[in-house]
């Protein structure tokens, strides 16, 4: 383990690093609003969310079984489209951005040791320059990604599933674009051909 000034000092590079990320946050909070809440949002809930029931497995104690049962939340979540005219895709994570630099909540219901807002917070300079860096993309995009989209578990359970849960509601064939995990894999691309 580094030992000495060196190490001191990276800690306390790092710390006042945090300690202005903090700064920058408290005194310009990221705004976000939900997709239903927003005006020009065409918010759809495809089908409602569904509770599953989790059957005790016979070799769980009492004591293992409640704290497996409180760190579950054993709900299938609704499917839902939200359309948003000149939006905005931010960061390794996409996170979705009005035209007017508002965080869209209501897009990700993964549980885990942070919430979707917490995550948006994280994000870096969320400066107007930042959004001006933008590419435009013409037509239709369609994102496909989310926090830890990229690894093969969350890619073939969350990522892959959205095109059937979205052909409910549009043509697919109507995407020009769709927005993938940066370190997108060659399985990752056979099963987006596969899907059509």
Known sequence: M?????????????????????????????????????????????????????????ALNDTDWRVFQSAMKPVVPAGRLVDLRDAYVIGEHSWIFTRDYVAVAGMWDRQGRMTETQRVHMLGDLSPARFAKARFLPGVTMVLNQVVGFNFYHFTNQIAPRLAIAAQGIDLNKIDHFILPDNVTSYMRELIRYAG
């Open 2 to 58: 580094p030992t000495g000034s060196s190490f001191l000092t990276r800690v306390q590079r790092r710390l006042m690093r945090d300690y202005g990320w903090m700064s920058r946050r408290l005194l310009n909070p990221v705004k976000t609003r939900h997709a239903k809440d927003i005006a020009d949002a065409n918010w759809r809930e495809l089908f409602p969310a569904e509770k599953v029931n989790i059957a005790r497995p016979p």
